[in-house]
């Protein structure tokens, strides 16, 4: 059963245009929840997160926002450069932390230029 | 943010032999480190959780006596996967946790022939 699920596993977008990524969870114990950005043959990079207590979280271009009652979330990057084309993880923990984490299975972004 | 290294980036070795990877927390202590597995298109497997000078706790279909898993520092971590076949070729990843994130290393490429 998955916990995390991204149901697009890709996603292409104009050069500074808005990419908004989806993430729906099932279990309603997750509490906090992050964005990673993986090239291929590297280790995954911290992006954004938020606790289940806001509804949403904005770090620059990235804005994450929370609805528990839909069990989703999106990442929403804006506006969009090259350099952002990767697969996007969301994740999700039940201990109100970065530990024990449940990942998703990624989404391909591609931003043409 | 906190550097995590990984070495090697990537091995081959033959069935049969055992192949140990490194993941060292290089700027901050790590009494927590993880231990993924990632399949090609797919999502980060967690396999064990390590913590520093205590047995390591692993996930549900893991083997821990093929992959094993020593905690020696707060600063290193290492898996040794025994006696490797062809079906454990696969990237593995190492994570290091503070509160609120997990930093990732850059992953190892293992290979079996």
């Known amino acids: 059963d998955q916990q995390v699920k991204q149901n697009s596993p890709s996603l292409s977008v104009q050069e500074g245009r808005i990419s908004i990524l989806n993430c729906d969870y099932t279990n309603s114990m997750f509490d906090y929840f992050l964005w990673y950005k993986k090239y291929p043959a590297e280790g995954p990079t911290f992006l954004i997160s938020?606790?289940?207590?806001?509804d949403k979280n904005e770090d620059g271009r990235f804005t994450v926002f929370l609805n528990k009652s839909a069990k989703h979330l999106s990442l929403h990057i804006v506006p969009s450069q090259p350099g952002d084309s990767a697969v996007y993880f969301c994740?999700?923990?039940?201990?109100?932390?970065?530990?024990?984490?449940?990942f998703g299975s990624g989404t391909q972004l591609t931003v043409l230029p | 943010g906190a550097v995590v290294s990984q070495h090697p980036s990537r091995v081959i070795c033959k069935s049969g032999t055992s192949v140990k990877i490194e993941c060292r927390s290089l700027d901050f202590q790590a009494t927590t480190m993880f231990w993924y597995r990632q399949f090609p298109k797919q999502s980060l497997m967690l396999m064990a959780t390590?913590?520093?000078?205590?047995?390591?706790?692993?996930e549900q279909g893991v083997e821990k006596d093929k992959f094993l898993i020593n905690h020696a520092s707060l600063t290193l971590s290492t898996l040794t996967v025994t006696s490797a076949h062809p079906e454990d070729s696969s990237f593995y990843i190492c994570?290091?946790?503070?509160?609120?994130?997990?930093?990732f290393g850059p992953g190892t490429r293992l290979t079996v022939t």
């Open positions: 994570s290091a946790t503070g509160n609120y994130e997990q930093y």
């Open positions: 938020i606790s289940s207590i806001k």
């Open positions: 994740a999700a923990s039940a201990t109100g932390s970065a530990r024990q984490l449940t």
């Open positions: 390590s913590n520093e000078g205590s047995k390591a706790t692993y």
